[in-house]
């Protein structure tokens, strides 16, 4: 078992210590010794990297944590590099679900508009971290993406640079697998097929001794989504049969937008402003010296198998084990309705060379392979508009959106976005 330096770029996340949780539950069979806790926020980075170190200790594994604000100290001889950045953070994340809002269109941090913005303000950042990381780090490191969007970063990189050693995550996939295993009442995570993109994605399969069991979920209503910053929505029979899979929570979005939209603008507080308050709570809580396990109040912030979804993805490459998870990476020809190099969120094989894309055991209806197609032109327009810092690839972007609005609505949005968040957009020249 060889040791080996991670890097943890945003390492002031509030999401941290289940980060650290994932590590001291394999510290046995998994060689993290080394850690760099990089943030431009250098008072949260500090605070995270004590309660790192007080778990750790409790834990009685032996680790070195620097804080640290350069990036490119942070990345040097790293054989991992774990992004988990949010650009402008949380008031950012709040400006995303407010402003769309006014414009009656739905306000939030991944999906629609909002997501386009934060994607504009985030890719270039995380384009950085590629660069520094493939310029000091170990040779052969990989990059693990959880910024959100994380598929459309994910895009984004390898759109630009196929060949980068890159990995978008999402603990969806492990939550949404969960949830399936408790609705036939197996044990552990089931065995699914995923079909769709990150945040946009189904399962149109599940598997247990050869048997394929989807139907027997799809027969009964089904409340979606089981996630803390999106109210679940209840799913019929028929409904189920016609979509053609297990939608994850984010597409309640689409699917019931009226609905969701209507909740979305009564609400008092949007979900930014309510994790806004669970942040300061939680950094008050990681400041105590007498403090070394993960709160329940972390429970509420959503990061629930957030652990497991990152860890166990290092492990698998660290291991050589073939173990099976579901990731963003390029398609290579597995989804028939997108192009081998568009990346999207697959049940994939993963070995020290990384994921490999494995083979659909089942065929995504025309609804679903229709609604990718949509969403993955947009996800394109994006990227593109996030290295341009061309306006009209931004708004092509937004049009794009199956959520978005006639062109004048859609247009006032993202100005007034891109407006807010002026600072974060040095790209764009002209605007």
Request: aromatic share 6%; proline share 5%.
């Amino acid at each position: 078992m060889r040791e080996f330096k991670t890097a943890v770029i945003g390492a002031g996340s509030t999401y941290t210590p289940e980060l650290i949780s994932g590590f001291i539950e394999r510290a046995e069979r998994l060689g993290a010794r080394s850690f760099a806790f990089c943030d431009t926020d250098m008072e949260r980075g500090e605070i995270l990297a004590g309660m790192a170190r007080r778990m750790f200790r409790r834990a009685g594994v032996s680790v070195e944590i620097e804080a640290t604000g350069d990036l490119r100290e942070a990345v040097h001889g790293a054989s991992y590099v774990l992004a988990q950045i949010r650009v402008g953070k949380m008031p950012a994340r709040i400006l995303d679900e407010k402003i769309p809002l006014r414009h009656g269109l739905l306000g939030q941090e991944t999906t629609g508009l909002g997501g386009l913005s934060c994607a504009l303000r985030t890719i270039p950042v995380v384009y950085g971290i590629l660069e520094a990381a493939e310029e000091l780090a170990e040779p052969g490191a990989w990059l693990i993406n959880f910024s959100n969007p994380s598929g459309l970063v994910a895009e984004a990189l390898l759109g630009r640079r196929p060949d980068a050693r890159v990995i978008g995550l999402c603990n969806i996939p492990v939550k949404m697998r969960s949830a399936a295993a408790g609705l036939l009442r197996m044990d552990g995570l089931a065995d699914c097929d995923f079909a769709g993109l990150n945040h946009l994605c189904w399962m149109t399969g599940v598997f247990k001794d050869g048997r394929e069991l989807l139907s027997d979920i799809l027969s009964r209503p089904i409340e979606s989504s089981g996630l803390n910053n999106i109210p679940d929505m209840e799913y019929t029979p028929a409904q189920l049969r016609a979509i053609g899979g297990f939608p994850c929570g984010y597409l309640n979005y689409y699917y019931f937008r009226e609905e969701m939209l209507a909740r979305c603008m009564a609400e008092e507080k949007t979900r930014g402003e309510v994790c806004l308050e669970l942040e300061r709570r939680l950094l008050e809580i990681y400041a105590d010296p007498a403090v070394d396990t993960p709160p329940e109040l972390l429970k509420k912030r959503g990061g629930a198998m957030y652990s497991q979804a990152a860890v166990s993805l290092i492990e698998a490459i660290e291991r050589d084990s073939g173990a099976e998870h579901v990731v963003n990476v390029r398609n290579g020809g597995m989804l028939p309705m997108l192009a081998p190099g568009d990346v999207a969120e697959l049940r994939c094989r993963v070995t020290r060379d990384g994921p490999e894309p494995l083979p659909l055991r089942t065929e995504p209806g025309e609804h679903i392979r229709g609604l990718v197609r949509s969403v993955k032109a947009y996800e394109k327009l994006a990227a593109r508009a996030a290295f341009s810092g061309e306006y009209s690839d931004a708004l092509a972007a937004a049009l794009s959106h199956p959520l978005s609005s006639d062109i004048k609505r859609t247009q006032s949005a993202l100005g007034e976005l891109m407006s807010a968040h002026r600072r974060y957009l040095p790209q764009f020249k002209d605007m």
